[in-house]
Nanobody
Framework: QVQLAESGGGSVQPGESLRLSCAAS????????MSWHRQAPGKERELVAS????????NYADSVKGRFTISRDNAKNTVYLQMNSLKPEDTAVYSC?????????WGQGIQVTVSS
């Protein structure tokens, strides 16, 4: 059974940092493109960052470039999202996604709240 388990969310003040983790099981992790998405209340889900299977190609949404860093550890079957200089507009439920060909899996999501 495939599981993607996010952790590391929480409530922080503007300017602070959080590191999200997504631990995968039930898939051959190293063959999947991994990505982080977020959905704020009343808004559509958006792609935050993605990383190819070997980490050779990384993409970011314009809104997080220079502040967020996606990385992966294929030995640990885990993808990370380091979020620095957080802003109130980063408040959302963050979910990780694993995709390969016609297969795609989602985690349940984790809340990130940025507020003073």
């Amino acid at each position: 059974q495939v599981q993607l388990a996010e952790s590391g969310g929480g409530s922080v003040q503007p300017g602070e940092s959080l590191r999200l983790s997504c631990a995968a099981s039930g898939i051959t992790f190293r063959t999947y493109v991994m990505s982080w998405h977020r959905q704020a209340p009343g808004k559509e889900r958006e792609l935050v960052a993605s990383i190819t299977s070997t980490g050779g190609i990384i993409n970011y949404a314009d809104s997080v470039k220079g502040r967020f860093t996606i990385s992966r550890d294929n030995a640990k079957n885990t993808v990370y999202l380091q979020m620095n200089s957080l802003k109130p507009e980063d408040t959302a439920v963050y979910s990780c996604n694993a995709k390969r060909a016609l297969s795609a899996f989602w985690g349940q999501g984790i809340q990130v709240t940025v507020s003073s």
